[in-house]
Antibody, heavy 120, light 107 residues
Framework: EVQLVESGGGLVKPGGSLRLSCVAS????????VNWVRQAPGKGLEWVSS????????YYADSVKGRFTISRDNAKNSLYLQMNSLRAEDTAVFYC?????????????WGKGTTVTVSS | DIQMTQSPSSLSASVGDRVTITCRAS??????LAWFQQKPGKAPKSLIY???SLQSGVPSKFSGSGSGTDFTLTINNLQPEDFATYYC?????????FGQGTKVEIK
């Protein structure tokens, strides 16, 4: 079964850091780009970051650029999101999503999400 | 950045109805558009890619159309399990952008 499982969410103070992980199974992780997408409470979906299959291409939303770093370890079938200088407005459920290997790739599989709460 | 605008923001419909949701891009995105369904407290589910291609396992009651800047998602024979929020997303360029969502509620 194709599956993505996120972890690492929690409560953190403003200015703090957190590292999210997403472990993939049921497919060849190294063949796919992967994304982080978040959803603030009661709000819509917001794309956060994407990384290509070999980490060659990395993209960020302006709202997180310079604070968040996406990375992956294909040997461990894992995706990461290092989040620094966290703000209250980063409070959200963070989802990882599998996308295709070409530049015009779309998300076809989603994880269940992990919740990040930034509050003092 | 490409802005994606969905309409309506919400709609009320009855079981058995056909509903249509519109998504408009601020510039030409060819057919690089996906649709997602999300139920409360759950992760999004992928429905359609390339504007009109159904993801594997998605029932044919869902259909998509459009190209360029104007797209539609149609749901035929609405059933209780279809009441959810629907999002479009362009993947023509970065940053990827979503529409604000359309909530389909029971009348």
């Amino acid at each position: 079964e194709v599956q993505l499982v996120e972890s690492g969410g929690g409560l953190v103070k403003p200015g703090g850091s957190l590292r999210l992980s997403c472990v993939a199974s049921g497919f060849t992780f190294s063949d796919y780009s992967v994304n982080w997408v978040r959803q603030a409470p009661g709000k819509g979906l917001e794309w956060v970051s994407s990384i290509s299959s070999r980490s060659t291409y990395i993209y960020y939303a302006d709202s997180v650029k310079g604070r968040f770093t996406i990375s992956r370890d294909n040997a461990k079938n894992s995706l990461y999101l290092q989040m620094n200088s966290l703000r209250a407005e980063d409070t959200a459920v963070f989802y990882c999503g599998r996308a295709g290997s070409t530049s015009l790739n779309y998300i076809d599989v989603w994880g269940k999400g992990t919740t990040v709460t930034v509050s003092s | 950045d490409i802005q994606m605008t969905q309409s309506p923001s919400s709609l009320s419909a009855s079981v058995g109805d056909r509903v249509t949701i519109t998504c408009r891009a601020s510039q030409d995105i060819s057919n690089n558009l996906a649709w997602f369904q999300q139920k409360p407290g759950k992760a999004p589910k992928s429905l359609i890619y390339a504007a009109s291609s159904l993801q594997s396992g998605v029932p044919s009651k869902f259909s998509g159309s459009g190209s360029g800047t104007d797209f539609t998602l149609t749901i035929n024979n609405l059933q209780p399990e279809d009441f959810a929020t629907y999002y479009c997303q362009q993947y023509n360029s970065y940053p990827r952008t979503f529409g604000q969502g359309t909530k389909v509620e029971i009348k």
